[in-house]
């Protein structure tokens, strides 16, 4: 991260961090460098460095930069998508006999990332209740390299004290990664509090408007960002210069797009812990959230993420999302539009059977930034 940015604002960041004035034009957005090599002043005689765009781009540089300075890291790497960010992270930090740490509740395609590449790899895994240290610290063995953490988690909204499993980590000598998808920088910081990577669907809610694919990863220690990005392109799978600017355009607006996104998140559940069809909200920002206290210290609210159970049980969920007609069926989550689905048959249909399955009645809600008052109306129509 450029001392530069260190003691700016994080609305000030998120428009002015690696978005440097084109030297040539003035142009205050960083051109689209759509281009795959770069002609050299004689053999190695490289301008800025710049050789080949699965190396390095300057689009990609400059969302990079940016990444960095929003989670306080030393190195920001953006990648093809969040899966693609997660695959370097783990063909970086492991070979094959070490184990991993992961939660109770990770989102579907991490766990199919585990259960299904990495462990024929040879890669072992253990499931955990990150909420709950002593189940953390019972889950480390002897070839443990890495303990895994979503907070808020996907999709049951679950939180992990981030401090704490720090702690448990740098006693076991182990490294924590943080998944900050659900949170994003501006509500979360884990490398503040202790974590040695992030991670993050660059989909989400830094793009925002659902228009782009990408991933990222955000290293504290500046070594193992030169590892990571070593990683990176050895195996390629690098965001593009058209997807890097959009994300850094998505960034611009961050943080005034999540005080809606919470704002309107807090109106719908006080709306559904009332409703007589739903039976269970799992939003962190209410009180009796197991959570609650843990999110109220280590975020500055409580994001736009909500998931709910009705009363009727897996096919009354499943009509619940097929008559909304506002918040749009679909999978993702993050953008500016809301959206509706129902995990065990869309993005968790692959812990079916597992530790990690999700409850059958179980929806979950990306809240957009539209009027709160129209997005309440189309619930209730929908829960009928």
Known sequence: MSDQHTHQSFETRAIHAGNTADPLTGAVVPPIYQVSTYKQDGVGGLRGGYEYSRSANPTRTALEENLAALEGGRRGLAFASGLAAEDCLLRTLLVPGDHVVIPNDAYGGTFRLFAKVVQRWGVDFSVADTSDIESVRGAINERTKLIWVETPSNPLLGITDIEAV????????????????????YLQQPLSLGADVVVHSLTKYMGGHSDVVGGALIAADAELGEELAYHQN??????????????????????????????????????????????????????????????????????????????GGEEAAVQVCNRAKLFTLGESLGGVESLIEHPGRMTHASVVGSALEVPADLVRLSVGIENADDLLADLREALG
């Open 166 to 185: 720090a702690g448990v980590a740098r006693q076991a000598g182990v490294k924590l990664v943080v998944d900050n998808t659900f949170a994003s920088p």
């Open 234 to 311: 050895a195996m390629g799978a690098v965001a593009g210069p058209f997807d890097s600017w959009i994300v850094l355009r998505g960034i611009k607006t961050l943080a005034v797009r999540m005080d809606r996104h919470t704002e309107n998140a807090g109106k719908i559940t006080e709306m559904l812990t009332q409703h007589p069809k739903v039976t269970q909200v799992l939003y962190p920002g209410l009180p009796e959230h197991p959570g609650h206290e843990i999110a109220a210290k280590q975020m500055r609210a409580f994001g736009g993420m909500i998931s709910f159970r009705v009363a």
